[in-house]
């Protein structure tokens, strides 16, 4: 449901068999945290990146100039953390769920709302774009924040991405649950695969109505009406304010559920291509407004292209990261891939309403280094793309890094006046979830990324 910023083209990261062999035993003992594999029918082989193939959850898939997709994102796909019992993001899926169930029945006491959470990651760029109304034009698209498998295949950017084909299949009420991929700054907030959670909801005009005085005689819908920032142009103001309503209300019950009733609220209209109007929601958390998901009222054109044009819904989505941080005190993202058991151990509970604080495992210190190098002349490529982004350098740190990488910030961003060439420094900041690094094994990394970035970027090493 939550796009991410502009996206920048990218350059293509290939795998490095020789750089995986010297990084082996490293990796062995904590650098990128491997999974149970998982895949969506429980026995699909693991991914592999061929020379003229990816191959992932059972499916090939040709490889094209789009293919940006590395060997260490691929090897997430299939985990499915959000499916693992008694993890923390199973553990607030779970109680996600169970407040829909039991807050929301139909006439004969079932539950309203479907759940959906093990459709597959690897979706198309029509059904992550076009199905959502993104124009062909916008920014959202380009390969600098996406993972592409190919120029018609993608990993899903947001579970929006399925959002036609549920309410094509009839659904009116359902949470769709799901693994999600975008190129991405590297912070304790940041990781290139996260876990998101939506929800969608129609209204026929009897539904919407029937409790309302007088609500036979009102619609859903009006013609000759016209678009303002309170509607979209079909949509009958009284329609649309109750939409509303019912929205805020039930994103306002479920966050004062699971972070109690004095939780502080406060609504901020904002602008998504698929619905309108739309919303954030911030909560107040340790004295700052954070925001925690974004909503609003379907835009009718979807709903037209899905087969529902008689109703009217609202969707909403949540990163399911960024809640469970808040709610359990998980101080870094990374720590969701952790196989620690002083970790793990704290989220196997016999009742998922049991309150859980995590208690911080050993504070290992971190280490820095920083690296310095003139960008590639020229602003952009032979086929008309950038040359160089800063989520190329990133999704580079992260693909030798791994998660020994704790954070990356760019300090100094220079333009040569004589030459106009322009010279980037970046410090990153090692520091390993379970043990204390040391220099050399650190440094081991850091010449790996040097000599790799002038390689595969075109960058000119200045140290």
């Given amino acids: 449901m939550i796009l991410g910023p502009s996206l920048l083209p990218c350059i293509q990261i290939r795998p490095r068999p020789r750089l995986q062999r010297l990084l082996s035993e490293f990796w062995a003992n904590g650098g990128a945290a491997s999974c149970r594999y998982l895949g969506t029918d429980g026995h699909a082989p693991r991914p592999v990146i061929g020379q003229d193939s990816v191959e992932v959850l059972g499916h090939s898939y040709p490889r094209d100039v789009f293919t940006n997709v590395t060997p260490k994102i691929l090897a997430k796909v299939g985990c499915n953390l959000h499916n693992q019992p008694h993890h923390p993001l199973w553990l607030i899926k779970e109680r996600i769920k169970a407040h829909f169930y039991s807050a929301y029945t139909g006439r004969w006491g079932n539950p309203l709302f479907s759940v959906h959470d093990n459709l597959s990651p690897v979706v198309t760029v029509e059904q992550n774009f076009d199905s959502l109304l993104i124009p062909p034009d916008h920014p959202s698209r380009k390969q600098g924040d996406n993972y592409y498998l190919n120029r018609t295949t993608m990993l899903r950017a947001h579970t929006s991405a ?99 009733a004095d939780l502080e609220v406060r609504w901020v209209d904002c602008y998504f291509p698929f619905t309108h109007p739309s919303f954030e929601m911030e909560v107040l958390f340790q004295g700052d407004w954070m925001e925690v998901l974004g909503c609003g009222v379907m835009e009718q054109e979807l709903l037209n292209s899905a087969g529902a044009g008689n109703k009217l819904g609202w969707a909403f989505g949540l990163g399911l990261e960024r809640l469970a941080m808040v709610l359990y005190g998980i101080p870094d ?111 081991l990394v850091h010449q790996q990324i040097e000599h790799t970035a002038e390689r595969e970027l075109g960058v000119q090493g200045r140290y």
């Fill in 162 to 260: 399925h959002q036609r084909e549920l309410v094509r299949s009839g659904l009116d009420a359902f949470l769709l649950a799901g693994d999600v991929y975008r190129r991405d700054e590297i912070d304790a907030s940041h990781y290139p695969v996260f876990h998101q959670m939506e929800g969608v909801r129609l209204f026929s005009n009897h539904e919407l109505f029937s409790k309302v005085r007088s609500g036979e005689e009102l619609s859903l819908f009006e013609r000759g009406g016209r678009r303002t920032p309170q509607k979209q142009e079909v949509h009958t103001l009284e329609a649309v304010k109750l939409v509303e309503f019912d929205l805020k209300q039930t994103l306002t019950r479920l966050v004062t559920t699971l972070f109690g």
């Fill in 333 to 443: 993202i990374r720590l969701f891939w952790s196989q620690d058991e002083r970790f793990l151990k704290q989220f196997r509970v016999q009742d998922i309403q049991q309150p859980v604080r995590f208690q911080a495992l050993s504070k290992y210190p971190p280490l820095h280094n920083d690296i310095s190098f003139w960008l590639p002349h020229g602003s952009e490529s032979e086929a008309g793309r950038e040359s160089f982004t800063e989520n190329d350098f990133y999704d580079l740190v992260r693909s030798i890094g791994g998660d020994l990488v704790e954070k990356v910030t760019l300090l100094d961003d220079f333009t040569h006046p004589k030459t106009g060439r322009r010279s980037q420094c970046y410090r990153i900041i090692y520091r390993h979830m379970e043990r204390t690094l040391t220099q050399q094994e650190v440094r």
